[in-house]
């Protein structure tokens, strides 16, 4: 079957239910698994070098707060075209982070292809989950899909067993610098499940941009930074813009050594099967439990109050 993926969460899943081969399309961010998607044909590009720009110009150019402007995302209908695609995947979710619904039909409208588009619009935990089994009936291998989803939950259980009965510490979680921007969907699970109190979010909300007063009036024990589309790197580089906030000294996460760093992009913006891994190095950063395989030096940075990067593992 000729798959192309309009979505990185759902490329992710392609190759979960080992159909990376079959993969004929994909969009410039569809990284995971690097081995698979290497050679897949791009269909979609920048509109703008997001390298180059600060979290606020980058908010700034995608229509601000409300998050209405311009998609990071342009679709090459004509190499989509060419690519004479049986299936598409796509999502109605969010118009910023991924080619919109809209689009992508209009473009398939004139394919002379029988071509199936299949949004995938998960809000919680269990709809990531249940995505796979979603994808997996239209690509045929819905058995491989349902066994793949419960060993996925047979984790996440895992998690919450082994954190179960621990002191429960506050935690905020941070999707965007600027403006301050508190991550929903999933992670409130994610936190959760990990034996952690999610503030300022609970789960499958889509947020809205917060003041810095919030987070100081919440007083989380645990800070997680993990911006939407950024690795730990590039959110490094921005740094400054809590660092520098006003009263960040006197945050009980930064003066107990709690403020984290994470891989966004890898475990928690993407509603794919990885959130799964989202949850594991959660429950090492919450409780110093490893869930799974050992926590690496990438997924998990401490921020020191001064600014100070190092490794949490």
């Not at 081995?35 to 703008?48: H, K, L, S």
């Not at 796979?132 to 045929?140: A, E, F, I, N, Q």
Request: some cysteine; aromatic content about 4%; hydrophobic content about 45%.
């Amino acid at each position: 079957m000729r798959i192309v993926s309009l979505l990185p969460a759902a490329t992710d899943i392609v190759a979960e239910l080992g159909l990376a081969a079959d993969l004929v399309g994909r969009t410039h961010e569809c990284d995971w698994p690097p081995e698979a998607v290497a050679g897949v044909p791009v269909v979609t590009a920048a509109d703008f070098s997001a390298d180059d720009m600060t979290s606020r110009e980058i908010s700034d150019a995608v229509g601000g707060a409300s998050h209405s402007g311009s998609s990071l995302y342009a679709l090459d209908a004509q190499a989509l075209g060419a690519l004479a695609p049986e299936v598409v995947l796509t999502q109605d979710l969010c118009e910023v982070c991924a080619v919109s619904y809209g689009s992508v039909s209009r473009a398939v409208r004139v394919l002379e292809a029988d071509t199936k588009v299949l949004s995938l619009e998960p809000r919680t935990l269990g709809d990531v989950l249940d995505c796979l089994v979603t994808v997996g009936t239209l690509l045929g291998v819905p058995e491989r899909a349902e066994r793949r989803r419960e060993e996925l939950r047979a984790r996440l259980t895992k998690v919450e067993r082994l954190t179960a009965g621990r002191p429960r510490p506050r935690v905020v979680a941070i999707e965007w610098l600027d403006p301050l921007w508190p991550a929903g969907h999933w992670v409130p699970e994610q936190i959760t499940c990990a034996g952690g109190s999610p503030l300022l979010a609970a789960p499958g909300e889509h947020t809205r941009p917060m003041e810095w007063s919030a987070v100081r009036a919440a007083r989380p024990d645990v800070l997680l930074v993990l911006p939407c589309g950024f690795s730990p790197e590039r959110t490094l580089r921005e740094r400054g813009l809590l660092t520098e906030l006003p009263g960040w000294d006197a945050l009980p996460a930064v003066r107990g050594d709690a403020v984290w760093v994470l891989d966004g992009p890898a475990y928690f913006n993407r509603p794919g099967p990885r959130v799964v891994r989202g949850a594991e190095v959660l429950a090492h950063v919450l409780h110093s439990v490893e869930a799974g395989a050992p926590v690496t030096a990438g997924e998990a940075i401490r921020l020191s109050a001064a600014g100070t990067a190092r490794s949490g593992t």
